[in-house]
């Protein structure tokens, strides 16, 4: 159940920081709004930075929310 989590919970980290990435690139050096994150909160282009920071953290929390792999001998 713990790797589960955690694939999930990094799964959607990588959802949250690619939309973040992608809102704040196409607010800042194209002017226009791309990714669904825009319909769900209009911030300014700084604050999607913190969105891609929370991908991040969830990202790496879920990695070590992992099991850790068990080492067979050879």
């Known amino acids: 159940m713990r790797t ?7 799964s959607i980290g990588y959802v949250i920081g690619a939309q ?3 809102s704040f690139a196409s607010q800042t050096f194209f ?6 994150l825009h ?3 209009d911030l300014p ?3 999607y930075l913190g969105i891609v920071a929370v991908g ?4 790496v929390g ?8 068990r ?3 050879a």
């Open 56 to 59: 991040l953290a969830l990202i």
């Open 39 to 41: 319909k769900v909160v």
């Open 4 to 10: 589960t989590i955690g694939y999930t919970v990094e």
């Open 71 to 73: 080492q067979e001998a």
């Open 20 to 22: 973040g990435l992608v």
């Open 62 to 69: 879920g990695v070590k929310t992992r099991a850790p792999q």
């Open 45 to 47: 282009s700084a604050a």
């Open 31 to 36: 002017g226009t709004e791309w990714g669904w």
